[in-house]
C-alpha cells in the first residue's frame, strides 16, 4: 500500500485525508495552521514538520490548498515538497489553481524525476465526505493509473482528462456552469419573493422539473433559510472565475455570463462576505435589487 502524505486541512482536505487514512494507508499530515493537525494524528497520522518532511516520508503527496500561490509555496517554496523529492515520488494537486501554473510546477517537478497530476474535484464538503468527488485529472497516464486506488477512496466519477493542465481545465468549465447556475437560482428566487410566491412551493415544484439542478437543489434552500455556513467559499468561486476568464481570455472566446456573475459574487465580498458560502450570492443580488427574500414569504 502507497504512503500517502496531505497537505491541506481545509473544509475539503480534512474529510479527504480522513478517508484516506480510514481505507488503512499510512497517512502523514501537513498543515499551515498546525492545530488542525490533531483530529488527525489522534486518529493514527503522523503529523510533518513541513510539506518537504512530508514528501520524505510518502509515495503519493496531495495537496489541497487554496490558490495558485499557495500550491507553487507548498510545492516548490522553501521547506517545500520538491527538497523532499525522491525517486517514485508522486505529486497530485487536488485544489483548483491556474492550468498555465499547474504545468509550470509540473515542469519543475519533472526536472527532479517527480510526477505530478493535477485532479481537482468537484461535489462540495458533502462529497468530500462521503467520498463521493467527481475527480478529472490531467497529467501523465501512467501516474493516473497508479494513483487511481486512492481516487477511487475519495470519488465515485474518476476521468483521466489528459496531459497536464487539462484536469484543472474541465474543472473550470465545471466552475462557469456553477457560477451561471447559482445566478439564475438566485433571480428566479428574487423574481418569486417579489411577486409573493410562496418561496418552498416555488421551489418544491420546479425542482422536479426541467430546472432541476444540484445547485437548485443544495443552495436554494441554505438561501431561504440565511444558512451562508461554506461549503464553498465566495472567495473561492471569485479565485475559479478569474481563472476561467482568463483562460477564455487567452483563447480568445467570450464568456459574458461569466463576467457578468463574477462581478456577482465581487459585490458579495465587498460586502464582508467572502468567507461565507456560495449560498451568500442571495445577499447580492439583495442589495442591487432593494429588497430581501424572507423565509415566509407568501406563505
Ligand atoms: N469547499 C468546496 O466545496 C470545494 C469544492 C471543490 C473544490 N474546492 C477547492 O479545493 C481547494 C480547497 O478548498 P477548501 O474549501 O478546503 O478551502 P479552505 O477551507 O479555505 O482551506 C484551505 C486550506 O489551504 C491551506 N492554505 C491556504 N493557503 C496556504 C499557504 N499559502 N500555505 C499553506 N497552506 C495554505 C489552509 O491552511 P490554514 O488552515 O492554515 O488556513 C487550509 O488548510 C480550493 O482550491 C477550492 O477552490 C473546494
Not at 519533472?110 to 465526505?129: F, H, I, Q, R, Y
Request: glycine share 12%; proline share 4%.
Amino acid at each position: 500500500m502507497k504512503r500517502v502524505g496531505f497537505i491541506g486541512l481545509g473544509v475539503m482536505g480534512m474529510p479527504m485525508a480522513t478517508n484516506i487514512l480510514k481505507a488503512g494507508y499510512p497517512l502523514t499530515v501537513w498543515n499551515r495552521t498546525r492545530e488542525k493537525m490533531r483530529g488527525l494524528v489522534s486518529m493514527g497520522a503522523v503529523a510533518g514538520e513541513s510539506p518537504k518532511d512530508v514528501a520524505e516520508k510518502s509515495d503519493v503527496v496531495i495537496t489541497m490548498v487554496a490558490d495558485s500561490p499557495d500550491v507553487e509555496q507548498v510545492i516548490l517554496g522553501s521547506q517545500g515538497v520538491i527538497e523532499g523529492a525522491h525517486p517514485g515520488l508522486i505529486v497530485v494537486d487536488m485544489s483548483t489553481i491556474s492550468p498555465r501554473v499547474t504545468i509550470r510546477i509540473a515542469k519543475e517537478l519533472e526536472k527532479k524525476g517527480v510526477k505530478m497530476l493535477d485532479a481537482p474535484v468537484s461535489g462540495g464538503d458533502v462529497g468530500a465526505t462521503q467520498g463521493t468527488l467527481s475527480i478529472m485529472v490531467g497529467g501523465p497516464e501512467d501516474a493516473f493509473k497508479e494513483c487511481l486506488p486512492i481516487f477511487q477512496v475519495l470519488g465515485k466519477r474518476i476521468t483521466y482528462m489528459g496531459s497536464s493542465g487539462s484536469g484543472q481545465i474541465t474543472k473550470l468549465c465545471n466552475q462557469v456552469i456553477c457560477a451561471l447556475n447559482i445566478q439564475a437560482v438566485c433571480e428566479g428566487l428574487m423574481l418569486a419573493a417579489k411577486a409573493g410566491l410562496d418561496l418552498q412551493k416555488m421551489l418544491n415544484v420546479v425542482t422536479g422539473g426541467a430546472a432541476s439542478s444540484w445547485m437548485l437543489s443544495n443552495l436554494a434552500p441554505k438561501m431561504i433559510k440565511r444558512d451562508f455556513e461554506p461549503g464553498f467559499k465566495i472567495s473561492h468561486q471569485l479565485k475559479d472565475l478569474h481563472h476561467a476568464l482568463s483562460l477564455a481570455e487567452d483563447l480568445k472566446i467570450p464568456l459574458p455570463g461569466t463576467a457578468l456573475v463574477s462581478q456577482l459574487f465581487r459585490i458579495v465580498e465587498a460586502l464582508g462576505m467572502g468567507d461565507r458560502g456560495t449560498s451568500a450570492a442571495i445577499v447580492g443580488m439583495e442589495r442591487i435589487s432593494g429588497f430581501e427574500i424572507k423565509a415566509s414569504e407568501g406563505a
